[in-house]
């Protein structure tokens, strides 16, 4: 039977309530250290603007956006300016003016920027965040240059263009060694910089993993991004071992269920994602979609469908297929679809298109 169900697009559900829990959970976790919500790439897929909200809404204080857009979106959508909105991300042709307009906050590495955010400054000094390399080579000012970065962001200081807001880098993560030999740089990097006349509002250096695990990498704040929507690091930990929950839900109905020509008694049931979606081609074979409480094998994906083999009887046009969710009913979750694709939560969840529909509730 090739019928379509009157609804036929997939959706992904964003659970904003359990998204508060999180940040609960981090915020008591990391105390007295504050929290950052990183919001990049569309809220990690799950929404900007309602993202934003509901972490404002839980008392979150401190945005990291990435780009200068989307920073300018929040404004225009009312997150108002006693919400700190920081950006790391930006070229000469963006709008550096009109950021610092909205005050948002802006973290560089060279003099150039400075220099450029300095031209760009109006009224009010533009806040910035002065960022050292400590090993990952993820921007950051040279070791050999930061003496004169400091020096002229002081200077910029003391003429009333900048306020030095914040010093920060990003470490790897990747293991306790190599943190640990980024942590030692970055205070020895904050003790170059204050015996040159700079003084930090906050100091931040860790992202979820390292902030979820370790004191020692906490500082002032911490940028959970991830962990914020229930995503862990995977290799063995999944968000049940930390305590958080998956955010996101991704459902679709039934379009279509066809006798399968390989496998007398099955059926061949299609869901309206693919690739052209997002959705990974190598989910055939690997990965496993729910429907009726049961899980069914992917064996195909396709530019803008999906193929589950089922039991001829168990599947009926228009029912619901949970490709992955908190798992509450059976269904996948991502950790599981990360670990069998071979990478990580969240390049499944910022690869879904923004064409599918993100359906908050909570």
């Not at 964003?14 to 990183?38: C, G, H, K, Q």
């Not at 083999?309 to 509450?328: E, I, K, N, Q, Y």
């Not at 599981?336 to 990478?343: H, M, N, S």
Request: hydrophobic share 45%.
């Amino acid at each position: 039977m090739n019928s379509r169900p009157k609804q036929v697009s997939a959706e992904a559900v964003i659970d904003l309530a359990a998204y508060e829990r999180n940040l609960a959970l981090l915020t008591s976790r990391i105390a007295p250290a504050r929290l950052m919500a990183v919001i990049k790439s569309d809220a990690y897929g799950h929404g900007l603007v309602p993202i934003a909200r509901a972490a404002v809404a839980a008392g979150v204080t401190e945005l990291g956006v990435l780009e200068l857009g989307p920073a300018l979106a929040l404004r225009t959508a009312g997150i108002g300016e006693a919400v700190r909105l920081f950006v790391w991300l930006f070229s000469p042709d963006d709008d550096l003016r009109a950021a610092l307009d909205g005050g948002v906050e802006l973290g560089i590495s060279t003099v150039a920027e400075l220099d450029a955010i300095i031209a760009a400054s109006g009224a009010k000094p533009a806040r910035i965040h002065l960022k050292i390399d400590t090993g990952l080579h993820r921007n950051g000012a040279d070791p050999e240059d930061w003496p004169t970065l400091v020096a002229s962001a002081v200077a910029a200081e003391q003429a009333g263009s900048v306020v030095l807001a914040g010093v920060w880098t990003h470490i790897s993560e990747a293991s306790d060694e190599e943190d640990s030999a980024s942590i030692a740089r970055f205070t020895e990097a904050i003790a170059i910089a204050e015996g040159l006349g700079a003084s930090f509002s906050v100091r931040h250096l860790a992202a979820s993993a390292a902030g979820f695990g370790r004191d020692d990498a906490r500082f002032d704040m911490v940028r959970f991004g991830a962990f914020c929507y229930g995503i862990a690091p995977g290799s063995g930990i999944g968000p049940g071992e930390l305590g958080l929950t998956p955010v996101m839900t991704l459902r679709a109905p039934i379009v279509s269920v066809d006798d399968d020509p390989d496998a007398a008694g099955h059926s061949i049931a299609t869901i309206p994602i693919g690739y052209g979606d997002g959705i990974l081609s190598e989910c055939a074979g690997r990965v496993e979609v729910t429907v009726g409480g049961r899980r069914w094998p992917v064996i195909e994906v396709g530019v803008d469908a999906l193929r589950l083999r089922v039991d001829r009887s168990a599947v009926s046009l228009g029912d619901t297929a949970r490709l992955f969710g908190p798992g509450d009913d059976g269904e996948a979750t991502l950790q599981e679809w990360a670990d069998a694709l071979g990478t990580i939560g969240e390049e499944i969840v910022v690869r879904i298109s923004a064409a599918i529909p993100r359906i908050h509730i909570g």
